[in-house]
């Protein structure tokens, strides 16, 4: 699958697991470390030691303006970094407006929301659909698009494909002008009702 086709999925949490990963990763290296000196695999007068090595606390005793300087500026960069990523993960994902003519002064542009009903509309009139709903996602670069679908009990979810496919989601492309539409289509099938034994 491609990185394109990835966009449609769902949104990016890229730089949240990348952080969460690294944070996670520290905190393991420091579990395993402390485990280790703990069961004096690094010497057995090792683990009887203090946690802050005494030549440490001397320098801080010995330079204590610098090290109050030091932490605050520390923790200011951790509450920044903090509120810079609580920021992204709590923004609203985007849903990329097109521009169809950039002509000036005759532009047009068409939204993101009429663009998915459009493309509702569409998928709703296809052959075994009961419902649809279409989400434009990414940006006006790269747009994709999120279909979910709910067939109605019965239906041939290899003929609403090849329907979806040639008709619905080939005139989206070609209405919007771009050559590629990276689209993730979610179905549901309807349950089949329960009969009831007399």
Same mark, same amino acid.
């Given at each position: 699958?491609?990185?394109?086709?990835?966009?449609?999925?769902?949104?990016?949490?890229?730089?949240? *697991? &990348?952080?969460?990963?690294?944070?996670?990763?520290?905190?393991?290296?420091?579990?395993?470390?402390?485990?280790?000196?703990?069961?004096?695999?690094?010497?057995?007068?090792?683990?009887?030691?203090?946690?802050?090595?005494?030549?440490?606390?001397?320098? /801080?005793?010995? +330079? =204590?303006?610098?090290?109050? &300087?030091?932490?605050?500026?520390?923790? &200011?960069?951790?509450?920044?970094?903090?509120?810079? /990523?609580?920021?992204?993960?709590?923004?609203?994902?985007? =849903?990329?407006?097109?521009?169809?003519? +950039?002509?000036?002064?005759?532009?047009?542009?068409?939204?993101?929301?009429?663009?998915?009903?459009?493309?509702?509309?569409?998928?709703? =009139?296809?052959?075994?659909?009961?419902?649809?709903?279409?989400?434009?996602?990414?940006?006006?670069?790269?747009?994709?698009? *999120?279909?979910?679908?709910?067939? *109605?009990?019965?239906?041939?979810?290899?003929?609403?494909? =090849?329907?979806?496919?040639?008709?619905?989601?080939?005139?989206?492309?070609?209405?919007?002008?771009?050559?590629?539409?990276?689209?993730?289509?979610?179905?549901?099938?309807?349950?089949?009702?329960?009969?009831?034994? +007399?």
């Amino acid at each position: 699958m491609s990185a394109a086709s990835l966009s449609a999925l769902a949104r990016s949490y890229r730089g949240e *697991r &990348v952080l969460t990963m690294v944070v996670g990763l520290l905190a393991l290296l420091a579990a395993a470390a402390t485990t280790a000196v703990g069961l004096g695999w690094f010497g057995p007068y090792r683990a009887a030691r203090p946690v802050i090595d005494p030549i440490a606390v001397d320098w /801080v005793g010995r +330079h =204590q303006l610098v090290s109050r &300087v030091v932490a605050i500026a520390v923790g &200011v960069l951790l509450l920044v970094l903090g509120l810079i /990523v609580l920021v992204r993960a709590l923004r609203p994902e985007s =849903q990329p407006d097109l521009a169809l003519d +950039h002509t000036v002064g005759t532009g047009l542009l068409v939204t993101a929301g009429a663009i998915a009903e459009a493309i509702r509309v569409d998928a709703e =009139q296809v052959e075994g659909v009961g419902r649809a709903r279409a989400r434009m996602v990414g940006d006006r670069a790269n747009p994709a698009l *999120r279909l979910s679908l709910w067939l *109605r009990e019965g239906s041939d979810v290899k003929a609403v494909w =090849q329907e979806l496919d040639a008709k619905v989601l080939s005139r989206a492309r070609e209405s919007l002008g771009v050559a590629a539409l990276p689209t993730a289509v979610r179905m549901e099938l309807a349950a089949a009702r329960r009969r009831r034994v +007399h």
